[in-house]
């Protein structure tokens, strides 16, 4: 009967542990989460202040537009004026029975005067394209800015990968040690070993938790500023994906700051435009009309009302003085930016040199760490099955339990330090 009632209780306690452990797998899934590199690139992007710059930039060119646009409006103007002059025209002729009036001195005008500019329409084409153009400027430097994400995102991206890497060797340390601890203590209870041995081995067991508790620190602070760069909580168990070794690296640039490069050419081009425009004549309609004592008959001394209509042309010829001066000017400015694009793509492939050599540098290190992890390792499982029968000792079990970790720990971080080099290079050459 005792041993019915155990076995129920038995079942009944596996079927609670069960139920628990499968709402706590659910809740651990439901809370965690992954994240891959460009998916923090574009969180990054979209989070960061500057982004709102876009809105402003689109705003800035509308109203600039619109503004541009009311030049093919016509223009009117509205005009008066009071003057008294010392003489005025007189016929100076009489005749009988006939009185020729004379003009007043003091003389008034009250007019309107609406033009519509002809050879203005094509300075206003000009000076949208303008408008347009450094619009263009403007968001390409925001896109320059917001690249620049790129390479703050990889350090902490890189970084806690690395940590992750090393907390989870630390993890095969503490299992290596508490295998050797196993060992040992059949060797004491054989009679084979010292017991102060076992106490050796826990201190080096304690020193791994140390090393956790360092490497989970730095995880949070690597993680925390992550998070505020793509505002989104990357937690402890947040799984960053480890993004996957590149074949090849094309070493051909396409930055974002060439394209601000040729933007820049482009406005350019079209203030060489709006110069040539200047000197052009200035054609244009006008009708005018007004109220004014006299009026259009000089004969007339009354108030009148009066109009004029007609065309009008304007030639600034002034402005060829300085044409050839602002010309120079532009093909200086022009001059000024292709040396900055020269620069650019110089120094652009110079890191890119570097960075090829670190890569090179780095698969290398794999290739010679993997062999040392191998030899270290087979040491290191001779010598533990050595532990159980007195054969070596503790110091000599932790020697080789450490070569082996160190040259894991080497090979973690070459690799991880290969995956952000790679990045890293991308994100030089902008591929």
């Not at 076995?7 to 706590?24: D, K």
């Not at 960061?48 to 646009?69: C, F, G, I």
């Not at 993680?223 to 070794?245: C, G, H, Q, W």
């Not at 290191?380 to 050595?386: C, I, V």
Request: glycine share 4%.
């Amino acid at each position: 009967m005792i041993r019915i009632i155990k076995n129920i209780v038995f079942r009944q306690s596996v079927v609670v542990i069960s139920c628990w452990l499968i709402t706590t797998n659910n809740i651990y899934g439901q809370s965690s989460q992954s994240l891959n590199l460009d998916v923090c690139y574009q969180l990054a992007e979209n989070n960061y202040p500057l982004v709102k710059q876009y809105a402003l930039l689109d705003k800035t060119r509308e109203y600039s537009l619109t503004n541009a646009s009311k030049g093919y409006l016509p223009q009117i103007n509205v005009g008066g004026q009071a003057s008294y002059q010392s003489d005025v025209t007189q016929i100076p002729i009489s005749l009988p029975n006939i009185d020729i009036p004379s003009i007043s001195k003091d003389q008034y005008k009250l007019y309107g005067e609406v033009s519509q500019p002809l050879t203005d329409l094509f300075t206003v084409k000009h000076q949208k394209e303008l408008i347009h153009a450094n619009s263009a400027v403007e968001e390409q430097k925001v896109e320059v800015e917001l690249y620049k994400l790129k390479e703050r995102i990889n350090q902490f991206y890189f970084g806690i990968l690395l940590i992750d890497a090393q907390l989870t060797q630390a993890e095969t340390l503490k299992k290596d040690i508490r295998s050797g601890m196993n060992k040992n203590d059949v060797a004491i209870a054989n009679g084979i070993a010292l017991k102060s041995s076992s106490d050796i081995l826990r201190a080096e067991l304690l020193k791994a938790d140390q090393r956790t508790i360092e490497l989970k620190a730095m995880r949070k602070g690597y993680a925390d500023m992550l998070s505020l760069f793509i505002n989104r909580p990357v937690k402890e168990n947040t799984i960053l994906e480890k993004p996957y070794r590149a074949a090849s690296l094309m070493t051909k640039i396409n930055r974002p700051e060439l394209k601000l490069f040729e933007t820049q050419k482009s406005t350019f081009d079209v203030q060489s435009k709006l110069i040539d425009t200047k000197a052009l004549p200035r054609f244009s309609l006008f009708f005018q009309g007004g109220y004014g004592r006299p009026g259009l008959n000089m004969l007339n001394n009354n108030f009148d009302l009066y109009y004029i209509g007609g065309a009008r042309l304007t030639w600034n010829i002034s402005s060829f003085y300085t044409q050839k001066q602002e010309k120079q000017l532009l093909n200086l400015s022009q001059n000024a930016l292709e040396v900055q694009k020269e620069t650019f793509v110089f120094n652009t492939n110079l890191t890119l040199k570097q960075q090829d050599s670190e890569i090179a540098k780095l698969e290398e290190l794999i290739q010679t760490d993997q062999d040392i992890v191998r030899l270290r390792e087979s040491v290191k499982l001779s010598a533990q099955n050595q532990l159980a029968y007195g054969t070596t000792t503790t110091n000599d079990y932790l020697t080789y339990i450490n070569a082996e970790d160190q040259a894991k720990q080497n090979l973690i971080i070459h690799e991880i330090q290969l995956l952000m080099a790679q990045y890293n290079f991308k994100t030089t050459s902008g591929n």
